[in-house]
C-alpha cells in the first residue's frame, strides 16, 4: 500500500518562506504525476500546483511567482517552496499523488495534510 507522508508546515511571519516535502512510500508502484492542494476554513479543497511525469509544472494565479513546485524522482518525494507568504495562504496543504500500483491499476493517493499559518 502506498502512502504520502508530509512535513515541513508551520507558523510563518508575513512574507516569510517554508518548504512543504512529501515523501511516498511502498512497494511496486510509480507515481505518474503530483499536486499540492490546500484547504482554508469554510472553504473547499482547491489545487496550488501540480506536476506532471514530464516534469510539466502548472499554478494556480494566486501563487505564480511565490511557489514553486519540485520532485526528487529518486526519492519519490515532491516539494512546495512557498516564499512571500501571504495570509491568503494559510491552509491546511495536502499532497496528492497520481500512482500506478504493482497491479497496474491508477490510483489517486492523499497525505495527511499539514497546516501552515502566516502569523498576523
Known amino acids: 500500500q502506498v502512502q504520502l507522508v508530509e512535513s515541513g508546515g508551520g507558523l510563518v511571519q508575513p512574507g516569510g518562506s517554508l518548504r512543504l516535502s512529501c515523501a511516498a512510500s511502498?512497494?511496486?508502484?510509480?507515481?505518474?504525476?503530483w499536486g499540492w492542494y490546500r484547504q482554508a476554513p469554510w472553504n473547499k479543497r482547491e489545487v496550488v500546483a501540480n506536476i506532471g511525469s514530464g516534469g510539466s509544472t502548472n499554478y494556480r494565479n494566486s501563487v505564480k511567482g511565490r511557489f514553486t513546485i519540485s520532485r526528487d524522482s529518486a526519492r519519490n518525494t515532491v516539494y512546495l517552496q512557498m516564499n512571500n507568504l501571504e495570509p491568503e495562504d494559510t491552509a491546511v496543504y495536502y499532497c496528492?499523488?497520481?500512482?500506478?500500483?504493482?497491479?497496474?491499476?491508477?490510483?489517486?493517493?492523499w497525505g495527511q495534510g499539514t497546516q501552515v499559518t502566516e502569523n498576523t
Open positions: 511502498g512497494i511496486g508502484f510509480s507515481i505518474n504525476g
Open positions: 496528492n499523488a497520481i500512482i500506478v500500483d504493482e497491479a497496474h491499476r491508477l490510483k489517486n493517493i
